[in-house]
C-alpha cells in the first residue's frame, strides 16, 4: 500500500476513522447569513468527503451568535431549527466514508462586533478601546454569564448529536473564548474563573465536562494554540502543563495549531515562506505529555511529509486545511500513488484574503472550490477548434477546460518555457512552492490533449489561417513605458524582465556597486529581496511612505515580506523619492525639496504594468470568438487569473452547447 501509516484506520474513543487524514475547520462563508447550513456548503464538504479523508471537522459553529459570531454567515446550532440542515450535512458526509465531527465555538473578545446583539463583545476581562482608554469595548462576564455560556456549549453539543455528528471539537485556539479565559494575556481576573493557571483553566474545564455530558462516549477534541507566540500569551511549555489536564477532565483527542489573531497571525495561517511541517515539533512535545491521539495541523502539503510525520511520532493524525481546499481528491491520489496530480497548494492565501473580504471560500489553483454545484465542465456538442495565446495559470487553464471540454486544442507560447507570469511569481526567494504549481500545470499538459507550441508568433495571419472556432487571449501584461532620463538597455531593465530571466539575465558584478530599485510596491520589493540575496547591495527608492511598501500585497506575505526585508543591512530604503535623472553611474533622486545623489551600477523598474490587448483588439473584427482572461483581461493574482478563465471558458462552452442544440432543435 501506498502510505502505510496515513491509511491505517485509528480509534478515538470508541469511533474508528478509516484513515489518518483530516480537515480541520475553515470557514467557508458559504452558510446563510441566519447561520443555517446551504447546499452549497454541503456539495463543499462532502467533494472532500469523497475525496477520501478520513475525518471532517465542520467549520467553527457559534454556540451564542448573539454575543459570539465571529462573521457573517457563521454557522450556528442553538436551536432545535438549526438540526436540520446540520442533519443533511452530516449525511453526506458519512455517505461518502468520511467521518463527521462539529467543532463549537464563542468569539469572546474576538467576536465581530457590527454582528453582535450585545453593546459590546464580551470576555474573562475588561477591555478598552485605546483610541479612547474610557470607551468599553470588552465586557467582562459575571459569573452568572459564564454559568449560562457553559450551558450554551452543552445546549449546542447536544444539538449536535441529534444531527448525527460523530464526535465534537472545542475550538480552544487562536484567541476566541475558551482562550482567552485560559491565557494570561487575556485573563485578568482574580476570582475562581483566574488569578492562577488553575483558575485560568476553571472555564474550559467547565465546558469539557459539559459537553461531555451532552455527547456520552463520543469522542470530545480539544484544539489549541500550542505557542501563542505573542507577549504575555501561553507556551509550548504552558501548554505541556496545561494538555495532560484537559485530557483527566475528559478530552479523547488534541488537535495542535499556534498563534492567536491578530498579534499573531501568521503563525495561525503561515505565509508561503514557512517551512513545510514547521509545526511538528510541537504536536510531538504535546504528544511526549499526553496519552491520547494528537492531530497535526499546518504547512503538509506532500503525503511524503505527512507519513513520516506519523512515522516518526510527530502526531497520529495529520489535519490538511488549504491543501484540501487546493484538492479535495488529496486522500484518494496519495492511495493510488498518483501524487504527481495532486494540485498542490502555494499557501499563497488566496483563501484567506476572500474570507477577509466576506467572500465566499475560494482557492488560487483550484477554481470549483467553493462552487462544487456548478463548475463542472460540459462536454461539447460538437467539432471546436480553439488557440490559446500565453501559457501562464490563466491560459494553462484555459487550455486544459477547453481540451477537456473536447476541442481540438493549440497553446500558443512566445517564449521557449511554459509559465509566462508564473515564473516571474516563483522567483524570489521563498516563493517556491508556486514553483510547484507550475510543474503541476506542465505535466497537465503533457498528459491531455492540448498541443503546445514554444517560441511561437502571436501573427494575425497565422491565427486566422487555423480557422478557429474560439480564441482565447491569455497574454498577460507589458510594461508600462517611463520617462526617467538617462535610463537605457544597457544601463536598466524592467523587473519583470529580470525575475523572468533569472539566473541568466546580465547583470554587473556586485562589486561594481549597489543596485537602485526604483518602485516599493510587491514587486520592487520582491526584486530587492532577489538581488540581495545574490549578493548586491540595493537602493530601493518608493514614491510612497515606508507604511504603504507592497500595500498590494496578501496581507501575511506582505508582513512577512517586509519584515524579512526591511531588516536586511544591505538594502538602504528612501521613500517620497522619485528619479530625476541617471548619468555615468550616478543617480539624482528628489527627495521633497531636497535633491540627493547615489552611485549606483545599474538600475530596476519596478513601476507596474498595465493588461496587453494589443492583438485582442487588432482582431476585434474577426468571426471568431475571442476571450480575453487573466491579466490580458484585468491585472491581479494568480488565483483571479485562473478564476477568469474557468469561469470564461465555462460560459464559452455553455452557450456554444446551447447554440448547437438550439440549431438542432430548429
Not at 478601546?129 to 450551558?151: F, G, N, Q, V
Not at 516563483?426 to 516563493?431: D, E, G, I, R
Not at 510596491?521 to 545574490?534: F, P
Not at 494568480?638 to 455553455?654: K, M, P, S, Y
Request: one cysteine or more; charged letters at 20%.
Amino acid at each position: 500500500m501506498n502510505y502505510p501509516n496515513l491509511f491505517k484506520p485509528l480509534r478515538i474513543r470508541n469511533l474508528q476513522l478509516p484513515n489518518r487524514i483530516v480537515m480541520p475547520p475553515m470557514s467557508t462563508q458559504l452558510g446563510s447569513s441566519a447561520g443555517e447550513v446551504t447546499d452549497a456548503q454541503i456539495a463543499f464538504y462532502k467533494a472532500r468527503a469523497a475525496g477520501g479523508t478520513g475525518m471532517i471537522i465542520v467549520e467553527f459553529c457559534c454556540v451564542e451568535r448573539a454575543s459570539g459570531q465571529s462573521e457573517p454567515n457563521q454557522l450556528a446550532l442553538e436551536s432545535e431549527k438549526d438540526i436540520r440542515g446540520h442533519r443533511r450535512l452530516v449525511s453526506a458526509i458519512k455517505e461518502c466514508g468520511s467521518v463527521a465531527c462539529l467543532q463549537l465555538q464563542h468569539g469572546g473578545a474576538a467576536a465581530k462586533r457590527s454582528l453582535l446583539q450585545t453593546a459590546t463583545t464580551i470576555g474573562p476581562s475588561n477591555i478598552y478601546s485605546r483610541k479612547d482608554p474610557e470607551h468599553l469595548i470588552c465586557k467582562e462576564m459575571s459569573h452568572s454569564e459564564i454559568e449560562a455560556m457553559i450551558e450554551c456549549f452543552g445546549r449546542s453539543a447536544e444539538l449536535g448529536i441529534k444531527a448525527g455528528y460523530q464526535a465534537v471539537e472545542l475550538h480552544g485556539a487562536h484567541g476566541y473564548l475558551l482562550t482567552q479565559f485560559m491565557s494570561p494575556r487575556s485573563n485578568k481576573r482574580n476570582d475562581v474563573w483566574g488569578g492562577n493557571e488553575a483558575g485560568r483553566l476553571e472555564f474550559p474545564r467547565r465546558v469539557v465536562h459539559r459537553v461531555r455530558q451532552a455527547i456520552g462516549n463520543r469522542p470530545l477534541i480539544y484544539r489549541l494554540s500550542a505557542d501563542e507566540f505573542c507577549e504575555g500569551g501561553l507556551t509550548i511549555e504552558d501548554m505541556e502543563r496545561i494538555c495532560p489536564i484537559l485530557v483527566d477532565a475528559g478530552i479523547d483527542a488534541i488537535h495542535v495549531s499556534t498563534g492567536v489573531g491578530p498579534e499573531s497571525f501568521d503563525k495561525v495561517l503561515d505565509p508561503m515562506s514557512a517551512p513545510d511541517g514547521w509545526r511538528l515539533p510541537y504536536s510531538r512535545r504535546l504528544r511526549k505529555v499526553c496519552n491520547v491521539p494528537i492531530i497535526t495541523v499546518g504547512q503538509i502539503r506532500h503525503p511524503d511529509t505527512a507519513e513520516q510525520a506519523l512515522r516518526d511520532g510527530d502526531a497520529d493524525l495529520i489535519a490538511l486545511g488549504r491543501t484540501l481546499l487546493a484538492d479535495p481528491e488529496w486522500a484518494n491520489k496519495a492511495k493510488a500513488g498518483s501524487v504527481e496530480n495532486i494540485i498542490p497548494c502555494t499557501s499563497c492565501n488566496f483563501c484567506v484574503a476572500n474570507g477577509f473580504a466576506e467572500n465566499s471560500i475560494r482557492c488560487a489553483n483550484n477554481p470549483t472550490t467553493g462552487r462544487e454545484l456548478k463548475s463542472d465542465i460540459p462536454k461539447l456538442q460538437g467539432a471546436c477548434r480553439a488557440i490559446v495565446l500565453g501559457s501562464g495559470p490563466a491560459g494553462i487553464n484555459a487550455a486544459l477546460n477547453l481540451a477537456a471540454a473536447g476541442a481540438d486544442t493549440t497553446l500558443l507560447e512566445t517564449q521557449n518555457k511554459l509559465g509566462g507570469g508564473l515564473i516571474v511569481s516563483a522567483a524570489p526567494p521563498f516563493k517556491d512552492k508556486l514553483e510547484r504549481y507550475r510543474q503541476y500545470l506542465i505535466r497537465q499538459l503533457q498528459t491531455s490533449n492540448v498541443t503546445v507550441k514554444l517560441n511561437a508568433t502571436f501573427e494575425f495571419d497565422s491565427i486566422k489561417a487555423i480557422k478557429p472556432d474560439i480564441v482565447v487571449f491569455a497574454t498577460g501584461s507589458r510594461t508600462r513605458s517611463h520617462l526617467f532620463k538617462g535610463l537605457d538597455a544597457h544601463n536598466s531593465c524592467d523587473a519583470f524582465e529580470l525575475l523572468n530571466t533569472l539566473p541568466e539575465h546580465s547583470l554587473p558584478s556586485p562589486e561594481a556597486g549597489p543596485i537602485l530599485v526604483l518602485g516599493g510596491g510587491e514587486t520592487g520589493c520582491e526584486v530587492s529581496e532577489t538581488l540581495v540575496e545574490m549578493g548586491y547591495r540595493v537602493i530601493l527608492s518608493s514614491r510612497s511612505a515606508r507604511q504603504q511598501l507592497a500595500r498590494s500585497a496578501e496581507m501575511i506575505y506582505r508582513g512577512d515580506l517586509l519584515k524579512r526585508l526591511l531588516r536586511k543591512p544591505q538594502l538602504e530604503l528612501i521613500c517620497h523619492s522619485e528619479l530625476k535623472e541617471f548619468t555615468n553611474g550616478s543617480a539624482q533622486l528628489q527627495l521633497g525639496e531636497e535633491r540627493i545623489t547615489r552611485a549606483v551600477a545599474y538600475c530596476v523598474l519596478a513601476q507596474g504594468r498595465t493588461s496587453d490587448k494589443e492583438l485582442y483588439d487588432a482582431l476585434i473584427n474577426e468571426t471568431f470568438h475571442r476571450i480575453l482572461i487573466g491579466d490580458a483581461n484585468t491585472m491581479g493574482r494568480i488565483g483571479d487569473a485562473v478564476d477568469d478563465a474557468h469561469q470564461q471558458t465555462l460560459n464559452f462552452i455553455t452557450a456554444r452547447n446551447w447554440a448547437t442544440n438550439n440549431v438542432a432543435a430548429s
